[in-house]
């Protein structure tokens, strides 16, 4: 009775950890017949950010992916992962699309759900909890891992006894950024073990090594169910190998049963297909004991060296990595998992680059300080919250309470663009990504992103150095007088502009090992040319993003007044929404930007004429 039981993450966390979740369902479903005899205990292959990437990058229909992820897989339990109110997005949705959600999913081929809050504020889980029980099927309920001044194994034990009480079927312990270790697992599951009867389960990350070691101290304790990835996929920020683990047990009283060399055999087949998705493998691989420091997440460490590449700042991601507990302390110290993680990076990669803190906070930051996304675990640092919200009130009430049901308003919305109840969901998650995905299919173009790019041709060509470009109505001549040294991914070309001289910066495909080396892997957009249709921000009245995004509402129009502080336009970056606020009061005398526009941050999207003072007109 003391087998030990093992989930299978690599069509899941695994790749969501080491590819930024690009695995394609034609990649998984060849080994399909090899993983169903394994018999794992379950496979973890469903939610999480894999939704998401599906509609956004895959341009595959994710509901597709599980309906034929259960045909391929008859006889084992597919396993989802679920932000309990948020579902598989980043926002509270209310409890009618909580019950539609879990109800398509069961149906769908989804057996356990594994349902965790960022903030481990269990009044979040509790309607997922219920509709996973009234759907027939296993509620996993999840404890966040985290240490803190407001941690302690005390508080943890209380929320497993909480989620026993709520009707769960199994607790798991989620250690998300791989801070367990083996000292900390063997105290903090043998409290379990005595507080509570139900099966424990242990997801942990080998980011920071001591994944396996925790692990097999928690299965000493009388954790019976770990999560492991193929080894293909695993180490790093992914899982412990699944076959090491599997020996490791071998004929010892916790002998998985499972057998080797059909494992060998599934992680040479990953082992192939890992080698196509190069291109979005993690910058940072192996073991990377900085995590006890900084306790960042699996996906979120690669997920913020992608965003700064974007931003062209990697060379600044040892001060973003500080900022982080920084952040998390003023917040009250959340657990660092979706879609907390995402809100704290994004938040301190704002905070270093626009070179003041909380200069501009992220719409996220201040829904959370008000108390929309629950109870912070700790107390929040009120001058922060006020720069924030200001007088904006703080709720009490779990968040889902204030918000109406959407299901009938999102049908009516999406139209006959939704063929299926499905369909209305994946809007329902992703309004943008998920209409365009729809209406991508509708037109019959869904185009996914490609795995490779293509090489860049070796061919000499010549290369124009003068040039007339008609911009607005106005032609310059351009001539190229030479270019600098690329500095953190951008090479400065100068030029001269009608005779006047410029400079233009331009970011780089790829970090180029020497010189003369094609670059080869070239992750995020085009080269963009900064300096570009708009004006170059330069007068006061200027409106200008803090770092480049994307413009998601212009709130004013040509001709409108402004106070100083309106906000006038939102832009997205990293995930994240800020408002951008006008800098004077007066009159909009030229909008540049709209909505769907990339923009950099020395650009002038909105042009403000100030008004004269004093009233003597
Ligand atoms: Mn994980």
């Not at 929040?380 to 779990?398: D, L, M, S, Y």
């Not at 004006?535 to 212009?554: D, E, F, L």
């Amino acid at each position: 009775m003391s087998r030990v039981h093992i989930t299978e993450t690599v069509l899941r966390d695994a790749h969501q950890s080491l590819i930024a979740t690009r695995l394609r369902t034609e990649d998984m479903l060849p080994v399909c017949p090899q993983l169903d005899r394994a018999g794992f205990w379950s496979l973890e292959a469903w939610g999480g950010a894999t939704f998401d990437a599906c509609l956004r990058y895959l341009k595959e229909d994710p509901w597709e992916r599980l309906r034929r992820l259960r045909a391929a897989l008859p006889r084992t339990r597919i396993q989802m992962l679920l932000r309990g109110q948020n579902l598989v997005g980043y926002r509270h949705y209310p409890d009618d699309v909580v019950r539609a959600f879990v109800e398509r999913a069961a149906a769908g081929g989804v057996d356990v759900f594994r349902i965790f809050d960022a903030l481990n504020d269990l009044r979040n889980l509790r309607t997922a909890v219920e509709a996973v029980k009234a759907a027939g099927k296993h509620a996993q309920g999840t404890i966040c891992y985290t240490t803190s001044p407001v941690h302690d194994v005390a508080l943890f034990v209380q929320q497993a006894r909480e989620l026993a009480a709520m009707g769960c079927d199994s607790i798991a312990v989620k250690d998300m950024a791989g801070l367990l270790t083996p000292a900390a697992a063997e105290r903090l599951f043998a409290a379990l073990r005595r507080a509570v009867s139900l099966p424990l389960h242990l997801h942990s990350h080998a980011t920071s090594g001591l994944a396996a070691l925790s692990q097999l101290k928690a299965v000493e304790q009388g954790c019976r169910h770990i999560d492991t990835a193929i080894s293909a996929f695993a180490g790093g920020t992914s899982h412990p190998p699944t076959e090491s683990m599997v020996a490791a047990f071998r004929d010892t009283p916790y002998d998985t049963g499972l057998d080797l060399e059909l494992l060998q055999e599934i992680g040479a087949y990953f082992y192939e297909v890992r080698k196509r998705y190069r291109r979005f493998e993690s910058e940072y691989t192996g073991v990377d004991t900085r995590v006890q420091a900084y306790q960042i997440p699996g996906g979120m460490i690669s997920n913020l060296a992608q965003q700064l590449k974007e931003q062209g700042a990697l060379g600044r991601m040892r001060e973003v990595l500080e900022e982080v507990p920084r952040v998390r302390a003023d917040l009250g110290y959340p657990p660092l998992v979706t879609p907390t993680s995402q809100m704290v990076g994004a938040q301190a990669v704002l905070n270093v680059l626009t070179g003041e803190r909380y200069a501009t906070v992220t719409q996220e930051v201040k829904r959370y300080l008000q108390g929309l996304y629950g109870r912070p675990p700790g107390p929040v640092n009120e001058a922060v919250r006020r720069r924030a919200i200001g007088e904006a009130e703080v709720i009490q009430e779990r968040p889902a309470d204030l918000l109406e049901p959407e299901l009938h308003r999102l049908r009516g919305e999406i139209g006959e663009l939704a063929r299926s109840e499905e369909d209305v969901l994946s809007y329902a998650m992703f309004p943008e990504v998920g209409r365009a995905f729809l209406e991508e299919r509708a037109a019959g173009r869904l185009a996914p992103e490609p795995l490779e790019l293509p090489e860049p041709s070796c061919e000499p060509r010549p290369v124009p150095v003068e040039f007339n470009v008609t911009l607005h109505g106005e032609s310059y001549h351009i001539r190229i007088t030479g270019t600098g040294h690329r500095a953190q991914d951008r090479r400065p070309f100068y030029v001269t502009v009608d005779g006047i001289p410029e400079e233009i910066l331009v970011q780089t495909l790829a970090t180029v090992g020497s010189e003369g080396e094609a670059p080869r892997e070239a992750p995020g957009p085009a080269p963009a040319v900064r300096g570009s249709r708009r004006p170059r921000a330069q007068a006061p009245g200027h409106v200008t993003a803090s770092m480049p995004g994307t413009i998601v509402a212009v709130l004013v129009q040509e001709g409108e007044r402004v106070e100083a502080g309106q906000p006038v336009l939102v832009a997205e970056a990293m995930k994240m929404e800020t408002e951008i606020h006008a800098p004077v009061g007066g009159v909009v005398k030229a909008v540049h930007v709209a909505k769907g526009e990339s923009v950099n941050p020395d650009e002038a999207l909105i042009e403000i004429e100030e008004e004269a003072r004093g009233g003597d007109a």
